[in-house]
């Protein structure tokens, strides 16, 4: 670790005020906050008390002086072979078209919003339409189905849920009004209002009278609407975006408005060093919080043009984002490792084919980056690629290097170190001590958590204080459920979760949630759910269930046909990113004598490693099955 980083990060936690008091500079402020921080009801923290600001202003009408003919946002399309793009000044005025949409159909400040869309610039105004409302958005991953849609309403209890006709994926059209008419079926509290968009997919859609609103239609009505930003204290919600735990119940990450803006501009400027008229290109999805912060918020709040990209890595070939760098100047790029596994498998030739002097870096997050991806992308670009570490809690990084700051050796397999504002410990499992260096820990921050990360779990403070910050008795801290170690150079390394989350491609997925959707196929009895190493998606479920009915998997063929079922039945419940690739049927499960599911041992045979300790096994003749199962006996 080096000086000028050091003691940048030693400041922002020994003169916390004085720091973040500096970095609110970064963003337009209607009224001046009284003070830095409110940390008077420990671990909720309050930043920027009594200060008023807005984030679409923020993110908009201030650049309209200086760059309201720059681009904001170029949306390209390699699924429907399109391009389009937008000036900050063509943006204020399609966000503010939408907002008053929104106001039209009775959406007010506080209310709930919940856009369910693709990539798409529409989705963009929806989001910046509620900031200017200070509604509060929480987008839904496109990917996922009616019952986890109905899950998030339930939870958010929305005025408006707005939608596509469809998307697309690899040039196949996936319609999800279908979906949202069936989410809305099963749910409790249904928004009174849902506007569709239709982008032109040949699709049957049933329409709802009275509830269903035709954007176009609506659209037509306020062309040159303008509608004046509200101003909200620092501390209202600005967005709540689910995430998944080791329950089955979503959790919903509430964040502010006035830390988050903070937050996301002083991470521009000294993580991505992004500049205004710059160019930033995030191939994450909107409805993850990637998306949310890298591709929406940090970018236009600093007056950066941001890509918005709809497809994938390799269509119509690998080369296609390398181009995109190479046509539209790219500076700043965000991925995700498993993006990067993907285009290892072909041909490292489209990596030296396009013109790639403008891009400075290339960021990759959300799942642990093996050292010889980290390589191979590395020495194949001839760019700094910087792993950098963090959670939809957190909302930006929180072990990265900082260039911005100092050019810091790069060390592959390795974010290296904590961002400033974050107190970061490694702490023993048993007595909450602090490891020595190499030792493996829980990665946990001291509170008070900086200005952008969650201020608690959406209408559950309790939830919010007993899931994160109750892991130690002794200690009062935030855990992130991640192992870690750190090198006698300072540098971290993450080492998977502490919990039973998994990470599938870059999604974040809780195997609870996985077995409730297999044990809603109505022959299933029991299951356990484990994530098994996997080469290119990092991770993979793998699902090993009781049947009630035996007489149904009797032959081999009844088997594979009952397998293909229970996946069926997980598309429908969750959505297909949380299929289980093998579905394995066992009459046992092994468990504690309390009761309590071995899952480490049941992912530790699947990855052919030691089970580990089984002195509380209640039947040793279950691992035997598991064994067997894998074997395919
Ligand atoms: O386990 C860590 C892993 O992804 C989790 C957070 O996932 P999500 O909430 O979807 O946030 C993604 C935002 C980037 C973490 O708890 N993770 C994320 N980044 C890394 C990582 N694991 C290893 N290395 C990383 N760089």
Not at 26 to 41: A, H, Q
Not at 366 to 392: C, F, M, N
Not at 511 to 524: F, G, L, M, W, Y
Request: net charge neutral; aromatic share 10%.
């Amino acid at each position: 670790m080096t000086q000028r980083y050091a003691e940048f990060h030693r400041r922002s936690i020994e003169d916390r005020d004085g720091f973040w008091r500096e970095q609110a500079m970064l963003i337009d402020w209607e009224k001046p906050f009284d003070r830095v921080l409110d940390y008077s009801r420990p671990p909720f923290a309050r930043w920027f008390v009594g200060g008023l600001t807005n984030l679409c202003h923020n993110a908009v009408d201030r650049h309209l002086a200086l760059r309201g003919d720059q681009k904001a946002l170029i949306w390209i399309s390699t699924e429907v072979d399109k391009t389009e793009s937008f000036t900050y000044r063509q943006l204020h005025e399609q966000v503010n078209r939408v907002a008053a949409m929104m106001l039209s159909l009775g959406v007010k400040r506080g209310d709930r919003v919940i856009i369910y869309m693709p990539n798409m610039p529409e989705a963009v105004f929806a989001i910046l339409a509620c900031a200017r409302l200070g509604a509060i958005h929480s987008v839904v991953f496109g990917g996922f189905a009616a019952a986890s849609l109905a899950a998030r309403i339930d939870d958010a209890r929305p005025t408006l849920l707005v939608t596509a006709d469809g998307g697309s994926r690899m040039g196949k059209v996936i319609a999800y009004k279908p979906l949202v008419d069936e989410a809305i079926r099963l749910s409790k509290y249904p928004p009174a209002k849902v506007l569709i968009f239709r982008r032109g997919f040949d699709l049957q859609m049933a329409n709802v009278a009275q509830r269903d609103v035709d954007w176009a239609d609506l659209a037509r009505q306020y062309e040159r609407a303008e509608v004046p930003c509200a101003w909200l204290e620092s501390s209202e919600p600005s967005y709540i975006l689910y995430t998944s735990g080791t329950t089955g119940k979503p959790k919903g990450v509430q964040r502010d408005t006035g830390g988050h803006a903070v937050a996301m501009a002083a991470s521009m400027k000294y993580i991505y060093c992004g500049a205004a008229g710059e160019t930033i290109f995030t191939t994450s999805d909107i409805g993850w919080a990637v998306g949310h912060s890298y591709i929406i918020y940090a970018p236009l709040i600093a007056g950066l043009t941001s890509i918005l990209y709809e497809g994938v890595p390799i269509r119509p070939d690998a080369g296609v984002w390398w181009k995109i760098v190479q046509e539209y100047k790219v500076n700043v790029m965000f991925s995700a490792p498993t993006a990067i596994r993907v285009l290892k498998k072909h041909d490292p030739a489209f990596l030296q084919k396009y013109d790639l002097s403008s891009l400075r870096h290339l960021f990759l997050a959300g799942e642990p980056l093996d050292e010889s991806t980290h390589a191979w992308i590395s020495e194949g670009l001839g760019k700094p690629v910087i792993d950098h570490y963090w959670q939809t809690e957190t909302g930006w990084p929180v072990l990265t290097a900082l260039p911005g700051v100092e050019k810091t050796p790069i060390k592959y397999g390795s974010p290296s170190f904590p961002a400033y504002g974050y107190d970061l410990k490694l702490l023993r499992e048993a007595d909450a001590s602090e490891a020595d260096a190499d030792e493996k820990a829980v990665v946990v921050i001291e509170p008070p958590l900086p200005p952008g990360c969650m201020t608690t779990i959406w209408g559950d403070d309790e939830r919010f204080v007993k899931t994160y910050f109750s892991t130690f008795t002794k200690k009062l801290v935030y855990s992130t459920f991640d192992w870690g170690i750190r090198d006698r150079e300072g540098y971290y390394f993450i080492l998977g979760r502490t919990d039973d989350v998994i990470n599938v491609a870059g999604h974040r997925l809780g195997t609870r949630e996985i077995e409730e959707a297999v044990q809603s196929h109505a022959n299933i009895a029991e299951v356990a759910v484990v994530g098994v190493a996997d080469a290119l998606k990092g991770q993979i479920p793998v699902a090993f269930a009781v049947v009630k009915d035996n007489a149904k998997i009797a032959t081999a063929a009844q088997k594979s046909a009952h397998e293909k079922e229970v996946m069926a039945a997980v598309d429908a419940q969750l959505g297909a990113i949380g299929r289980p690739a093998r579905v394995h049927f066992v009459s046992l499960l092994p468990k504690t004598r309390s009761g309590k599911l071995l899952r480490r041992s049941i992912q530790a045979l699947a990855e052919g490693r030691d089970p580990g300790d089984l002195t509380t096994l209640e039947d040793p003749g279950a691992l035997e099955q598991i064994r067997a199962a894998l074997k395919g006996r």
